[in-house]
């Protein structure tokens, strides 16, 4: 059984800075996607920064330049550092792993989410 459990939400001002961690246990083969995504009040959950078991990094328009995805191999852990913080990256942040449908073998696993609010 895949689980993957996210941490590091907080409150912080615009400007600041957070790492959220996402910790996974349970078997996981390649081909695989790990990412970050996110949910605002109000709005359908958007991709924020995948990371591809091959090391390809993609990140949404909205954070280039501010967010960086990383992971620790040996801790099974995924990051997602946040600079420069603004108002609109309030949401809550989802951690997923998964596998392309469109490959064998097809499975998503999702956190429970975590909660960054940015505000003065």
């Known amino acids: 059984q895949v689980q993957l459990v996210e941490s590091g939400g907080d409150l912080v001002q615009p400007g600041g800075s957070l790492r959220l961690s996402c910790a996974v246990s349970g078997r996981i083969f390649r081909p695989y996607t790990m990412g970050w995504y996110r949910q605002a009040p109000g709005k359908q959950r958007e991709l924020v920064a995948t990371?591809?078991?091959?090391?390809?990094?993609n990140y949404a328009d909205s954070v280039k330049g501010r967010f960086t995805i990383s992971r620790d191999n040996a801790k099974n852990t995924v990051y997602l550092q946040m600079n420069s913080l603004k108002p609109e990256d309030t949401a809550v942040y989802y951690c997923?792993?998964?596998?392309?449908?469109?490959?064998?073998?097809?499975?998503?696993?999702w956190g429970q989410g975590t909660q960054v609010t940015v505000s003065s």
């Open positions: 990371m591809t078991s091959g090391d390809i990094i």
């Open positions: 997923n792993i998964g596998r392309n449908e469109r490959l064998p073998g097809w499975f998503t696993y």
